[in-house]
């Protein structure tokens, strides 16, 4: 019964090390917020130009 409280404790311990540790993360942490822009070929959205006639299609 003592290994298992002692088990049981540790691993308390360490459940609460990582939970303090992850809110420390959302309180202090800040993320970096900018634009994002990424060309995007018409061929894959079905717009651009016709594949040859027996060409396989995307």
């Known amino acids: 019964m003592p290994t298992l409280v002692r088990l049981l404790s540790a691993l ?14 959302v309180l202090y942490v ?18 651009g130009e016709e594949p040859a006639p027996g060409a396989p299609r995307p």
């Open 30 to 47: 800040e993320p970096k917020q900018h634009p994002v822009s990424q060309t995007v070929p018409l061929r894959t959205l079905g717009q």
């Open 12 to 25: 308390i311990v360490i459940a609460a090390i990582i939970v303090a540790s992850m809110a420390l993360l």
